[in-house]
């Protein structure tokens, strides 16, 4: 399985194409829309979002609601375009009009300056356009369709929200992918910890206030990974490496952790390995879930923890010292909109990453045509492994 997305935050639209979806896999218009839904909200999101609806138009690979296993694609527009029509339209422009809106002044802590230099772009509008996180909304659909085969496997999948600002949410360490999805759909900052909540929706509010950002942590949690996806033979099939990038893909995240994460640093081993055992019902299981589901590279069967860091938004109201280009002056930075705290929004994210390097590995190690094939496949390995 792979995908490529293209498109710009205020172009036309975005577009992802996915290749080596089985074919036969149930799959309509809602499961992406609710994804993307989902991605849109959160608490300290900026003006932008009130302007998109996201919905997609899935315009090849599917047929009367099923995946033919020819490249699905799917496009999103973006609404906003009609305000951007003259700027980011791609006929030259006349000799006697200006490009407008250029951006030659870098804000620190984004891809602009680092982007113009690689590219030559003297117009830094032309590096922002492609390294917005607008482009999550392309890849939260693809990791929607992962999630599809996911649920239709049995394995459950959310994301969540963990800390802002410094305000670490605490809850039950017991509970479902399903309960935790009912508690994190109903908070607006997508966590679990009602007292939390609150303190971190006032963070949020203070720092925008302050004209700064405010990042956090994010976590997602997976349920019902057989144990022995992935590899240990080598470095590019371990799974947990291959989350571990992919996490780290998404824009403003800066740190990845499985289970107890660099705390492992300050804890003897006889804290951090989780004894085996073994009943009846469930075969080998682990008597805790420390090192988050993945021991060598590969799922233990236990759920899969992960977390991901998000830095601070670098779009700033609060001005920060940079140098513009064309003049070499020293300038404080302003900007017209931004969101304040994304983190809500990036839970989502991360979610839809993770169920698609797990979708991926499934159908690596379950290579088949056709949706059935690879439920039967993963059915008899669940048997073989339960009886092992
Ligand atoms: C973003 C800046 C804001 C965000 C945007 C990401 O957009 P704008 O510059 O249009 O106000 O809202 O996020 C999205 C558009 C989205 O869909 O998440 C940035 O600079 O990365």
Redesign the pocket.
């Known amino acids: 399985m792979r995908y490529l997305t293209a498109g710009e ?2 172009g036309k639209q975005l577009t992802t194409i996915i290749e080596g979806i089985p074919s036969n896999l149930p799959l309509y218009r809602e499961d992406i829309d609710e994804s993307l839904i989902r ?2 909200g959160g608490y300290g ?5 009130q302007i ?1 609806k ?1 919905l997609i138009e899935i315009t090849s690979g599917v047929r009367h609601g099923y995946t033919l296993g020819s490249p699905i694609s799917l496009v999103l527009k973006n609404d ?1 375009f009609t305000h951007w029509r003259n700027i980011m339209g791609e006929d030259p422009i006349g000799e006697d009009e200006e490009v407008r809106r250029t951006i030659s002044r870098p804000r620190p802590g ?1 891809a602009d300056l680092n982007g113009a230099l690689k590219y030559g772009h003297r117009d830094m509008r032309n590096v ?1 356009e492609r ?4 482009e ?2 392309a890849r939260v659909a693809a990791g929607a369709v992962a999630k599809k085969m996911l649920s239709s496997l049995g394995i459950n999948i959310i994301g969540y929200v963990r800390n802002i600002g410094g305000i670490t949410s605490q809850f039950d360490e017991g509970l479902s992918c399903e309960e935790k999805k009912e508690i994190s759909e109903e908070s607006p900052v997508r966590t679990l910890d009602k007292d939390a909540e609150q303190k971190m929706m006032n963070a949020i509010d203070q720092a925008k206030k302050e004209g700064d950002s405010i990042g956090g942590v994010v976590e997602v949690m997976v349920e019902g990974m057989p144990a022995g996806v992935g590899s240990y033979v080598h470095y590019d099939r371990k799974l947990d490496a291959r989350i571990g990038g992919s996490v780290m893909s998404i ?1 403003a995240f800066k740190g990845v952790e499985f289970g107890v994460g660099f705390e492992a640093a300050n804890l003897n081993g006889s804290q951090v390995h989780d004894e085996i055992d073994w009943d009846d019902e469930r075969g080998y299981y682990r008597k805790t879930n420390r090192l988050g589901g993945f021991e060598g590279g590969m799922t233990t069967g236990m759920p899969i923890i992960v977390k991901g860091v998000m830095k601070p ?1 670098p ?1 700033l109201y609060k001005p920060l010292q940079s140098i513009d280009i064309d003049s070499k002056e020293p300038f404080k930075a302003s900007i ?4 304040s705290c ?1 983190v809500p ?1 990036a839970s989502v994210v991360m979610e839809h990453v993770v169920a698609w390097e797990l979708a991926r590995a499934l159908t690596e190690q379950f290579p088949h045509d056709r949706f059935e094939q690879l439920q039967e496949a993963l059915d008899q390995y669940r048997e073989e492994v339960r009886n092992f």
């Not at 999101?45 to 979002?49: A, L, P, S, T």
């Open positions: 935050s205020h991605r849109q999101r900026g003006r932008r979002m998109e996201d906003d984004h922002l390294s917005s996180a607008r999550t909304a824009n938004i779009t017209e909109r931004s969101d994304a929004a």
